[in-house]
C-alpha cells in the first residue's frame, strides 16, 4: 500500500467504525454497513474481517451481523476521563427535564457533526423520538448542532457552510440563507430553535456548552410536540436551557481546573 492509498483505508475504517456504533445495540449486516459508507461491500467485508482481528468490531455467526468490538471499549474507558461528561451532565438533564416536563438531551461536537450521548425522559405523556443516544447529525440540523454552529468563529462557520451542501439529505429549509438565518436568531437570543424542520410536529431548543478553552464543544437540547413550544412558553425554555448550560459550562471548568466543586 502506498502512502497516498493510507489516509484513505483510515477514512473508510473510521466510516464503518460510526456506522457500527450507529447500528448499535442490534448491529448490522455487511451488506447495511455497505450502504451506510457508501463502500463496496467487498471492501467493507475485507475492513471488518481487518477490524475484528484487532478486536474493533464483532460478528455474531449465527446471525452474520456486526457490532462494535470489546477492543473500543477498553479505549473508550480510557480516555472517558478526559472526554466523558455524562456523570456530571446527568443530574443537569434531570433537572432540566423535572421542570421543563420535556426531554432533554446532552450532545457532543465532533468534527462536522453532533453525537447525542445522554438522554433524560420528561413527564409530559407525548414526546418527540428524533433525537435518541447515539445519534449523528451534522452540524446546523437540529437544535443542538445549529446552536454548536452559531458559537464557532465566523470563518469556521463560513468554510463549513462552503464545504456542506445539507439540502440534499435534510431538504430546502436547510438552504444555507434559511440556515444562516437561523444562526442569526441563534446568536440573538443565546439559543437555537428548530421548529420541526426534522420531523412534522416535533420541536427542539438549544443551548450551548463550552469546553475551557471558551469552544462550544457540547449542547444541551430539549425536544417535544409543537403544542408545548408556544411563544410565551419558549421564551422560559430558553431562559431555563441557558441557565442549565451556564450550570454545566461551569462544572466543566471547575473539573478541568482541579478545584473542587
Known amino acids: 500500500m502506498d502512502d497516498q492509498q493510507k489516509p484513505q483505508v483510515i477514512r473508510r475504517a473510521t466510516a464503518l467504525l460510526r456506522a457500527l456504533a450507529a447500528a448499535e445495540p442490534k ?16 471492501t467493507v467485508h475485507r475492513l471488518l474481517t481487518t477490524l475484528a482481528d484487532e478486536g474493533l468490531a464483532d460478528r455474531d455467526h449465527r446471525s452474520g451481523r456486526w457490532s462494535i468490538g470489546p477492543e473500543l471499549y477498553l479505549l473508550g474507558s480510557l480516555s472517558a476521563s478526559r472526554y466523558d461528561i455524562v456523570d456530571i451532565a446527568r443530574p443537569v438533564l434531570r433537572d432540566l427535564a423535572r421542570t421543563t416536563g420535556e426531554s432533554t438531551f446532552l450532545s457532543v461536537r465532533r468534527g462536522d457533526e453532533t453525537v447525542c450521548v445522554a438522554a433524560e425522559e420528561g413527564s409530559f ?27 464557532l468563529p465566523p470563518h469556521d462557520v463560513a468554510d463549513y457552510l462552503d464545504r456542506v451542501q445539507l439540502t440534499e439529505a435534510w431538504g430546502s429549509p436547510h438552504a444555507r440563507d434559511e440556515v444562516t438565518e437561523r444562526l442569526e436568531r441563534t446568536r440573538e437570543t443565546g439559543y437555537s430553535l428548530n421548529p420541526g424542520l426534522l420531523v412534522e410536529g416535533s420541536w427542539g431548543m438549544g443551548a450551548a456548552v463550552f469546553d475551557h478553552r471558551d469552544e462550544p464543544a457540547w449542547a444541551l437540547s430539549i425536544t417535544g410536540v409543537e403544542s408545548r413550544f408556544g411563544v410565551d412558553r419558549r421564551a422560559h425554555l430558553g431562559e431555563l436551557l441557558l441557565l442549565e448550560a451556564h450550570r454545566l459550562t461551569r462544572a466543566l471548568r471547575l473539573r478541568h481546573s482541579g478545584r473542587p466543586e
Open 27 to 42: 448491529g448490522a449486516s455487511t451488506s447495511e454497513l455497505a450502504s451506510a459508507t457508501g463502500l463496496a461491500r467487498p
Open 125 to 151: 405523556p407525548l414526546r418527540s423520538h428524533v433525537l435518541h443516544v447515539g445519534i449523528r447529525l451534522p452540524l446546523g440540523v437540529a437544535s443542538a448542532g445549529l446552536v454548536i454552529l452559531a458559537h
